[in-house]
């Protein structure tokens, strides 16, 4: 482990240096992958985690490369699978903090039934989900977050596909942490990091991410100046739904299950809060943009469940209280006769 | 032998037997599997070498009365050694006409048929395809010792005070026919009667009910002059010991769980649940006090990614399953390939393709997991030969595994799982320790280097100071373990991972000849076939016949002296329950001929059909 100093306040004396693998990293230039492993790599040294607590696992992928950029534990498994992997990773040893990096394809497509059954089980692993709405490892096919209508090198004349809302189904699967960030906002996305890192059970955060190669600008509206400030709207716990340009704020109301933009100050705006049990404040809240509203940045959701890892190792430890277990014994149970 | 034994007034026969093949046959819902078992347990007690076929429908409960829903459970029993459950029956139970026109075929000349008449109306016939009662045939008669028994009405009688409804008398009827095989095979009422309070304790009219039933069977048997010999089968001369009588299924758990405790590392077990493989879960699931952790996956893929991500944070993953699952596990049994880390995955093979037959046995995986990879794919593959055996094989798979820092595929079947045998229980002491050593020193670690003599890499463990590293599944460089697309590095680490596996051959015992070390034919073979060989090969030899016997453990590496031992013997013959799998291993490793002895029929080898087969090249 590195001895140097503290740069960015750890307890631990990690830096940013401390995370970055010797390995040349290859995404294109002016990828947004870029963005976020920068943040990564500046968020871990503060967390008090000691270095090799941490493991990275990813699936298939432009983001899948990412553990080989990070100076931790990394597993560079198969398409789809890293939530399973993950799983495994941290029943073994729950006190890992165990990441997981994913991509839209990755975690929507293939790898759906294990996204949806790691958050309803509530295994505590952080799903970081680059989503860049298109497929880039394998030269821009549609993702199952593109658009209707996305012309893509397998879609020449337009998807027919209608896409997937990734927090939608987040909130479905029952996962206890589900937030939102974008790939040009780097206070907020470590914000996200660092309350992912502290959360007990499934963590899933949506990086809006821009592949400047086959799908520049998809989420311009709500990463660029002059547009954002329109189109995006920062939750805060306990703060009313409010965003829009000083000059000109807005509010979002969600009373009754229905998006309504209405003035900043007006008694119907929704306040929000992110511990909503029921998950169905949370529904509507993950579907404001659907609905021609701002996109939510920050924690939509975030609820307390004991983790799968933990009722995993409690049910062992139950048993071993009774008796740990002996191989003699165990031979010897059941009918068993001597014969002379 | 024969000696009278009066008992209530009928005269009756005491006949001493060698051995007895019994089928108990009738519908799914009734009780036949737990019929065969209890009969099983009481001829384990009396010391009997025993051996067991369960044969049941993939369907729960098909149409009641129909050949497709007929459940069946054969067991051999014998006072001398025997290996298989016996190629044909001397008593079939037949609870119904589908359960007697199915195992007929079985039956022996002459052989007993215990029929319950109340079931052979002319609706449960024409549901069998009968047109007319078989029972009354003359010819069919004169064939065989029929007895019919009014099962139903009798046990509904026994019961007739206690009030129950009518269906769940008649959910007692297989006791009644259990308790009338108990008379006629000598054997106490005892253990069964326990059996039956500790079963079903919490319900006491359960217990009564059963218990009754399982009364009234024998002391019918016993007072109706319809029998006039009951036998015995007396105590078998094995190895002296302690026994129990086990599955194959309960073995291999035992053999995982037994191997992770001597390694010192936990157990993880990843599964979703599939025929005939789901049972190893059931019993692993109630062994937690071993640090097994058991996951249930969403998948096939989960569950065995799930347990290569558990060895990569040092505790054993496993995941079991049958062809079907086996299949969609390719991928990640790969990655363990390409990341080298120890995993052990166990095939319980079925017959197939596809959903194939769910239920029944075959053997027609073993080229599935020796090349069903992409690429260059090498990885152990071993084989249990009996239920007692899926124990060791298990030990061995994990020994091989941690040792080697592979996968490793263990080969099971339908019929070892389920079937089983009389167990010498073996003792903590005779398993070998294997205490694991993760890596921990810093000082010049790197992720694939190699130890020289088995080329296995560090077992580096997340949470461990200094040892920060990344794997994955592409290509690594040598020893640093880096991503790597070099055409020599990519050719040295193929080569390499193909070197490491073929090594294991000097650490695995050489190929044992049972029988002449030379000869006329020898006859090879793997996995269940074990029992039906050795028998055929042992009544052979009894009689002089040049042929010896040798059976493979090891499939991937074979045995150093294998080859060799071949060269010995002027025929080869290789039966197994596929299409020439082996014989077609042993064709392109040592460029012999090889005569291959197929069946796929979903159930396991005669005897008599391999001495028949054997004979022919004598």
Not at chain 2, 141 to 161: C, F, P, W
Not at chain 2, 333 to 362: F, N
Not at chain 2, 578 to 605: E, V
Request: hydrophobic share 40%; net charge negative.
């Amino acid at each position: 482990m590195s001895t140097t100093t503290a740069k960015n306040g750890g307890g631990l004396g990690l830096t940013r240096k401390d995370f970055q693998s010797d390995q040349v990293v290859r995404w294109c230039p002016g990828c947004g992958d870029y963005a976020i492993l920068a943040q990564m790599q500046k968020v871990l040294p503060t967390l008090e985690i000691p270095r090799e607590k941490f493991v990275f696992v990813s699936g298939i992928g432009c983001a899948a490369r990412f553990p080989y950029y990070m100076d931790t534990f990394g597993f560079h498994t198969i398409h789809g699978r890293a939530p399973a992997f993950a799983t495994g990773v941290k029943v073994s040893n729950p006190d890992l903090s165990v990441w997981v990096i994913s991509g839209d394809g990755d975690a929507l497509s293939i790898g759906g039934n294990h996204l949806i059954h790691s958050m309803r089980r509530n295994v505590g692993v952080k799903i970081v989900l680059f989503n860049n709405r298109v497929y880039g490892l394998t030269k821009g096919q549609y993702s199952p977050t593109s658009l209707l209508g996305s012309r893509t090198k397998s879609t020449p004349i337009g998807s027919v596909d209608y896409p997937l809302h990734p927090l939608t189904l987040a909130l479905g699967a029952e996962c206890s942490f589900v937030a939102r960030t974008t790939d040009r906002d780097q206070k907020h996305m470590a914000a996200m990091f660092e309350e992912m890192a502290n959360h007990e059970g499934t963590s899933l955060l949506e990086v809006l991410q821009n592949c400047i190669v086959f799908n520049d600008g998809a989420w311009h509206k709500f990463t660029e100046k002059g547009m954002k400030e329109q189109n995006v709207i920062y939750l805060e716990d306990g703060q009313p739904l409010v965003y829009g340009p000083e000059d000109d704020r807005k509010g979002v109301s969600l009373e009754d299950y229905k998006v309504r933009i209405v003035e900043a100050d007006s008694p119907d705006v929704t306040v929000h809060r992110v511990d909503d049990e029921a998950g169905g404040y949370a529904h509507i809240l993950s579907r404001v943009e659907l609905e021609g509203g701002p996109v939510p940045l920050g924690v939509l959701r975030k609820v307390e469940r004991p983790p799968f890892e933990g009722l995993m190792v409690d049910q062992v430890a139950a048993a071993q209280e009774k008796g740990e277990g002996d191989i003699d014994a165990l031979l010897n149970s059941g009918d068993t006769w001597e014969h002379h | 032998m024969a000696e009278s034994s009066g008992k209530n007034g009928a005269e009756k026969q005491l006949v001493e037997l060698e051995t007895v093949a019994i089928r108990f046959a009738g519908d799914s819902g009734d009780g036949m599997q737990l019929t065969g078992d209890r009969f099983t347990n009481a001829a384990a007690i009396a010391g009997n070498d025993l051996s067991t076929f369960p044969d049941f429908p993939a369907e729960i409960r098909a149409p009641v009365g129909t050949l497709a829903g007929v459940s069946g459970f054969q067991i051999n029993f014998s006072s001398r050694d025997i290996h298989t459950p016996g190629d044909a029956v001397d008593v079939l139970v037949a609870m119904n006409p589908a359960a007697l026109k199915t195992s007929i075929g079985d039956l022996k000349s002459g052989g007993i048929i215990i029929a319950n008449v109340d079931n052979f109306g002319q609706k449960n016939l024409a549901k069998a395809g009968y047109e007319s009662n078989p029972l009354e045939d003359e010819e069919f008669k004169g064939n065989y010792d029929i007895h019919e028994v009014k099962i139903t009405s009798m046990t509904r009688q026994a019961l007739e005070d206690m009030e129950l409804q009518s269906n769940l008398a008649d959910r007692c009827k297989n006791f009644f026919a259990l308790g009338l095989m108990y008379w006629m095979y000598s054997r106490p009422l005892e253990p069964t009667k326990q059996w039956i309070e500790e079963k079903f304790g919490k319900r006491p009219e359960f217990v009564q009910a059963n218990t009754r039933a399982l009364e009234a069977g024998y002391f019918f048997g016993e007072n109706t002059e319809v029998f006039t010999s009951n036998y015995i089968v007396r105590e078998a001369t094995y190895p002296a010991g302690r026994y129990r009588n086990i599955s194959g299924n309960v073995a291999l758990a035992y053999g995982f769980i037994a191997a992770t405790k001597k390694m010192g590392i936990n157990l993880f077990w990843g599964a979703y649940p599939i025929t005939p493989a789901s049972d190893v879960l059931h019993e692993l699931s109630r062994h937690k006090n071993f640090g097994v952790q058991t996951f249930q996956a969403e998948d096939e893929i989960a569950a065995v990614s799930a347990a290569l991500g558990a060895s990569f944070t040092g505790s054993l993953g496993v995941t079991c399953s049958s062809g079907p699952g086996i299949a969609l596990k390719a991928e990640a049994m790969g990655l363990g390939v390409m990341t080298e880390l120890p995993m052990v995955i166990a095939d319980i093979q079925r017959g197939g393709p596809s959903t194939g037959l769910p239920t029944k046995t075959e053997q027609a995986d073993l080229l599935q997991v020796m090349f069903g990879r992409n690429s260059e794919s090498p990885l152990p593959v071993v084989a249990a030969a009996t239920p007692g055996d899926c124990f060791w094989t298990a030990i061995e798979a994990c020994r091989l595994a941690v040792k080697y820092m592979t996968p490793v595929v263990v080969l099971s079947d339908g019929y070892l799982a389920n079937g089983s045998e009389p167990w010498l229980l073996p003792k903590a002491s005779d398993i070998p320790e294997m205490p694991v050593a993760f890596h921990t020193d810093p000082e010049g670690f790197l992720p694939y280097n190699r130890d020289s003599e088995t080329l296995a890499r560090p077992w580096a463990i997340p949470g461990t100071p200094g040892l920060e590293h990344r794997i994955g599944g592409i290509e690594k460089e040598d020893r640093t373990g880096n991503v790597n697309y070099e055409p020599e590095n990519h050719e040295f680490m193929v080569r390499t991972r193909d070197k490491k596996i073929a090594g294991i051959a000097k650490d695995i015992p050489p190929a044992e000849v049972i029988g002449e070390a030379s000869g006329k034919v020898l006859v090879i073979g793997w996995g269940g076939t074990f029992g039906a060989i050795t028998a055929a090969i042992e009544a052979l030899q009894a009689r002089g016949a040049s042929v010896s016997q040798v059976h493979l453990r090891h499939l991937n590496p074979f045995p150093a002296n294998l080859e060799e031992v071949l060269g010995n013997f002027e025929k080869i013959l290789v039966p197994e329950l596929n299409l020439g799998q082996l014989s077609k291993m042993l064709r392109y490793q040592y460029l012999i001929d090889t005569i291959s002895f197929n069946k796929i029929q979903g159930k396991p080898f005669k005897v008599g059909e391999l001495i028949t087969k054997i004979e022919e090249l004598l």
